[in-house]
Structure formats: structure tokens, C-alpha cells
């Protein structure tokens, strides 16, 4: 694990993209993993800009989203997919044909997770993991429990989870129960992963996921395995660390 700390959220946005930009340089055709959240926002903003600056092109990025809401749409604005184009995919260049994203609302979510699961294992394994936790302990909708899954499949979300997430609804009962997400597996068998996380309500966890003992009850700590993973934090999610 290499660590990165900054001063300011603003500072771990930019440090993360220059660091996105430097892992993806020189692939032909990268295949990133994406996450949605605020984590990510500030530096799909940098991505944006590198664009703009000539710094970065993703016409030749294949892209796979870590996760979807069961039941909605890929047009309602609290979707991932909606997320993603209003946060990245609109300011690049990159082809629509080449977006990945589980369908929330599909008939069988169960048969769209497995569908999803294939398509990820004909791709391979992918060169960069962009990741974040929730305030649980979860990575992509992989939540604290007995047992975490290594492929993609249907999850019901923690009661902790969607208080979190209904701020970005108009009320708790319209966050969906259940959600796709990928599995430890596929995340674990990225080559590379950019981890961020930001601000204090997150100090605790980071201290858990990176310091604590290896634990399905904090599905993050399990990140500590991976052999290939920047963690970029800005000083208030890293206050807890005993290693700062
Ligand atoms: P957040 O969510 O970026 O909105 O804090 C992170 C997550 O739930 O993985």
C-alpha cells in the first residue's frame, strides 16, 4: 500500500488525477472500474479538465461501473449512469459504446448481475480500480456482513447505507433496497487501485479498513491484500492513523 496525503480535498482530487493520468498513460486500451459517491466528484472535475487541457483522451477507454441501484432507470437523475454522465461522461471524449454499467432496471436483476459478471470476466482484469468506502465499511455496495461474494450480484442495502445515501434523494423511502454491485473478486483482481477518501466523517474507517485486522465486517479492510493500491487521503480522513 503506498500512501498519499494532502492538506485539502481539493489537493487529493488533483493529486488522485495526476495519479490516474500516470497509470492509464501508455495502456492502448485502458479498462478502468468506476465509482460513483461525493468521493469521486472532485476528481472526475480534474479529469475534466485535464481533458480540456489536451492532458488526457478516453476514446479508447473501455469503462465498467462498480455498481446500480435495482429498479432505477438508466435517465433518473439518482442513478449511477445518470451520475456518471453528468460528472464525466459528458466533458470527455469518450465512446458511448464503450460505457459498462450494470442496468438497474431490467426485469431480473439476478440475471443482469450474472450477465455483467461475464462481461467482466471476458474483459479481464481491469488496470484501474477507482475506489472509495462508505461509512460502513463497504466498497462499491459490498456490505459488512458474515460473507461478502467474490462475483457480481444483487445486494440488499443496509438501513445505514440508504440513510447515508438518501441525501441525494427527496426522502428515505425512495432509496432502492437493493442494488448490483461487483464482488470482492473482480475489484481485488484489478491491476491497480486508486483509493481516495475525504474528510472527517471518514477518519474512523480509513483507520479500520487500513489498520484494523482483515474483517468481512469492514469489507474495505480487505483492500490491505491488494498488491497494487494507492491510498490518497486528504488529512482528515487520515487523523486517525497511527501511522501519520
Ligand atoms: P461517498 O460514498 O463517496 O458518497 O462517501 C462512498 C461509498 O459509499 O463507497
Redesign the pocket.
Known sequence: MKFYFYDSASDTDQGAAKSFIKMTNGIATPKIGL?T????VGLYQCLVQAYNQKKISFKTFLTYNLDEYVGLTKDHPQSFAYFMNEHLFNGVDILEGNIHIPQGNVESPHVEAAKYEKLLEDAGALDVQIL????NG???FNEPGEKLHSKTHVIELTED?RR??SKSFPSFEEVPLSAITLGLGTIMKAKKILFIAKGFE?ADIIQQAFEGPLTTDVPGSLLQLHPNIEVHLDKEAASKLARI
Request: glycine residues 18%; positive net charge.
Open positions: 465509482a459517491g461525493n468521493t469521486p472509495s468506502i462508505g461509512l463497504h466498497i462499491g447505507t447515508v445515501n471518514k
